[in-house]
T-cell receptor, first 118, second 114 residues
Framework: GAVVSQHPSWVICKSGTSVKIECRSLDFQATTMFWYRQFPKQSLMLMATSNEGSKATYEQGVEKDKFLINHASLTLSTLTVTSAHPEDSSFYICSARPSGRFSRNEQYFGPGTRLTVT | AQSVTQLDSQVPVFEEAPVELRCNYSSSVSVYLFWYVQYPNQGLQLLLK??????LVKGINGFEAEFNKSQTSFHLRKPSVHISDTAEYFCAVSDIQGAQKLVFGQGTRLTINP
């Protein structure tokens, strides 16, 4: 149980285009999902907290208009990288926290999406 | 705010030898503590977590960690490693209240040599 999927697993796009990444909790509901970015050989940096039915909360330094997050249902959050540039190339990982007060300390991670902008 | 320091960026170990990966944290409030493992081009898998209670926590794959509040440490140990343990290991903390966002350490690359 507690499986999180991401789609696509990897994507190559041209500079200036937009890319959408999906994060799904397959066997549980998640009121809160998180989006992370990981550069090669580095740690995960939290980009934003996605809350179902409300606006995402972005970390300091993350451009809201560039990284659009939508959490339209209890099992799906999407991250859209708008007008992508080569510096946006990275490994994007999402995690999902199961709904319910006894699950507050758990986050289950997706397998990640490798984005390469040419 | 919390911060996490993993003292070793790389740890090479021979197969069947014991290993300890060190983690220290800083926080002005009580925290939960976690260890995650990441295999190449994959997401993170939870190894173990400390929420409360016994300071010695046992996780999957034979790993364990000990919470030491006075030293603000949460070191990860395994008595005998296998080739398959080769991976990146991340220590993380979250506050108990509020959003419980995870703050990760820099990671430790564990390499098991035959």
């Amino acid at each position: 149980g507690a499986v999180v999927s991401q789609h696509p697993s990897w994507v190559i796009c041209k500079s200036g285009t937009s890319v959408k990444i999906e994060c799904r909790s397959l066997d549980f509901q998640a009121t809160t999902m998180f989006w992370y970015r990981q550069f090669p050989k580095q740690s995960l940096m939290l980009m934003a907290t996605s809350n179902e039915g409300s606006k995402a909360t972005y970390e300091q330094g993350v451009e809201k208009d560039k990284f659009l997050i939508n959490h339209a249902s209890l099992t799906l959050s999407t991250l859209t990288v708008t007008s992508a540039h080569p510096e946006d190339s990275s490994f994007y990982i999402c995690s999902a926290r199961p709904s319910g007060r006894f699950s507050r300390n758990e986050q289950y991670f997706g397998p990640g999406t490798r984005l390469t902008v040419t | 705010a919390q911060s996490v320091t993993q003292l070793d960026s790389q740890v090479p170990v021979f197969e069947e030898a014991p290993v300890e990966l060190r983690c220290n944290y800083s926080s002005s409030v009580s925290v939960y503590l976690f260890w995650y493992v990441q295999y190449p081009n994959q997401g993170l898998q939870l190894l173990l977590k400390y929420l409360s209670g016994s300071t010695l926590v046992k996780g999957i794959n034979g790993f364990e960690a000990e919470f030491n509040k006075s030293q603000t440490s949460f070191h990860l140990r395994k008595p005998s490693v296998h080739i398959s343990d080769t991976a990146e290991y991340f220590c993380a903390v979250s506050d108990i209240q509020g959003a419980q966002k995870l703050v990760f350490g820099q990671g430790t690359r564990l390499t098991i040599n035959p």
